[in-house]
């Protein structure tokens, strides 16, 4: 079993999610001391910034051959672990500018992978500490920031692995700290985040799946990780449109993607609701088997700024909706992208199943390397953060490939087995979101599809529903090892929404699934 030890860190919880997002609940228990991990079978063990008694209770417990630790180390362990401690740059850094108009920002602070970390786990892309692509709102590249504020989203310790780094923090070369490591001592191996939640919030998360899914280093027990591609397929897609201010309007977006077969959705801000021409095109696309989201009723920031105002936003979406279409809706699409947990569970109590949403300008809690079950919500109910936002006034102006941004979105996606999940909205009256014509936006959604067509050999395009259903089975799913082979079973009780079957993955490879019944 893989252990989760509570070190009293607020992390905690959201790491814990995360783990069970990947592993299954079936591979995770909860740890409140040291005292109990060995009568739960743990062999792999999480810590997060843990004191020096646990982490010597660690070094030297019998039976844990890998060790996971986000955060801060004790410096009394500088020599067993083979780190210095260094001290942090003066003033302030770590940021990134506003992004201007057709371009985007980077902060100077790289996190840069070694040539280590390539031969361990392949080729892993650098990053910037912190990255817009629009203002200071959200970063098409899907990630979190890396935060320099002393909060559990920041760097938690100067501190340099000069031989074991898998990536530094550097700003034009000159090394700040380490950002993660992986150390052999022993029969032990441990692999470390510079970062309280560790890479929950990026595609680096695929380096703590490999690390356990493999027998790399640290003993022989493995654990199957569950990733967010459909078994079959070598990448998976979904994309919508968040209807802010018109309906209708989507029509000839729409159209287009029927023409490539491609399915569509609509997230129905239901303001738009008291003009009945809006009505046809949600019946059609209903009829068509596409998917219609609640945008909520009155597009309200932070769903109104409290549980009972979330709770009539989403009580009265999903009323005005279901007189339109003759169906309940059962995810929602956050207004700005807030996603307070409030809010959260005013949609879980209001009946949703689920929520998309996530920037990185706000709620970094929701924005989650991977879809699923969410810290403090039921079991029920899942979120997926989709930030990338295919808007004219994001298209590159350079002399290079004006869309290059999106296209290496898809292939971090595709890379670490996420689905890609992009937005634009329809045009109204008053905004057109950077975009010249209908004409000019359907030709770079369709140079887009045609990339993502060109550079895969089984993608898995789905509508909104299709994939949050398609999450939500994972979420319910339980994974064990039979005569080496993982074998899928779902929670009892629990009825599959989809047709899809998650990809399992072990010692690097895709496994054949087998359900058991």
């Not at 909860?30 to 063990?45: G, I, P, Q, R």
């Not at 000069?162 to 950002?179: K, M, Q, R, Y």
């Not at 919030?201 to 490999?210: L, P």
Request: contains cysteine; glycine residues 6%.
């Amino acid at each position: 079993m893989i252990g989760i030890l509570n070190t009293g860190s607020s992390a905690y919880k959201y790491v814990l999610s995360a783990f069970k997002r990947s592993f299954t609940d079936s591979q995770i228990v909860e740890l409140s001391d040291l005292c109990t991990f060995k009568s739960e079978n743990v062999d792999a063990l999480v810590l997060v910034s843990p004191s020096e008694e646990e982490l010597n209770a660690t070094l030297n417990s019998d039976g844990v051959y890998k060790v996971i630790i986000f955060g801060c180390i004790p410096p009394s362990h500088a020599e067993a672990l083979k780190f210095r401690v260094s001290s942090w740059p003066e003033g302030e850094w770590g940021k990134a500018p506003s992004a201007e108009t057709y371009s985007f920002s980077e902060s100077a602070e790289l996190i840069e992978y070694t040539e280590f970390a390539n031969v361990c786990f392949g080729s892993i892309k650098n990053r910037p500490m912190e990255r817009f692509d629009f203002m200071d709102e959200w970063n098409n590249l899907g990630y979190g920031a890396v935060k320099t504020e002393g909060d559990i989203w920041s760097l938690s310790t100067p501190i340099i692995f000069d031989e074991n780094a898998l990536s530094n923090v550097t700003n034009d070369g000159d090394l700040i700290c380490s950002f993660s490591s992986l150390i052999d001592i022993d029969e032990k191996s441990f692999l470390w985040f510079n970062r309280e939640v560790g890479p929950v919030d990026s595609y680096e998360w695929q380096i703590v799946e490999a690390y356990l899914s493999s027998n790399l280093m640290g003993g022989n027990t493995v654990y199957p990780v569950l990733v967010e591609v459909p078994n079959g397929f070598d990448c998976a897609i979904t994309m919508r449109l968040d209807c802010d201010e018109d309906i209708e309007s989507s029509r000839y977006l729409w159209n287009a993607y029927k023409i490539e077969n491609i399915p569509f959705s609509l997230a129905i801000h239901t303001m738009n609701l008291t003009d009945e021409r809006h009505f046809p095109i949600m019946r059609e696309l209903e009829e068509a088997g596409d998917a219609i989201l609640s945008h909520t009723a009155t597009h309200a920031p932070n769903w109104g700024g409290s549980y009972e105002s979330a709770l009539y936003e989403a009580n009265t979406s999903a009323n005005l909706i279901e007189k339109v279409i003759n169906k309940r809706v059962k995810y929602a699409v956050s207004p700005f992208h807030h996603t307070p947990l409030y809010a959260l569970k005013a949609l879980s109590d209001a009946g949703y199943k689920g929520c998309i949403g996530g920037i990185i300008k706000n709620d970094p809690e929701f924005l989650t390397f991977n879809g699923g079950n969410l810290a403090e919500l039921p079991k029920s109910f899942i979120g997926h953060s989709q930030q990338v936002m295919l808007h004219g006034d994001c298209i590159l102006n350079d002399s290079g490939d004006s869309l290059r941004v999106y296209k290496e979105s898809f292939d971090i996606a595709k890379q670490s087995n996420t689905i890609f999940g992009y937005l634009d909205h329809p045009f109204s009256e008053r905004y057109q979101y950077g975009w010249l014509t209908e004409e000019q936006r359907k030709n770079v959604h369709l140079e887009l599809i045609n990339y993502i067509r060109t550079n895969s050999n089984s993608p898995c395009f789905m509508n909104e529903i299709e994939a949050m259903d398609f999450i939500q089975d994972k979420a319910n799913y339980l994974v064990k090892l039979e005569n080496g082979l993982p074998v899928l079973k779902l929670a009892e009780g629990y009825k599959r929404l989809s047709s899809y079957v998650p990809k399992v993955l072990l010692n690097g490879q895709v496994q054949e699934v087998l359900i058991s019944e």
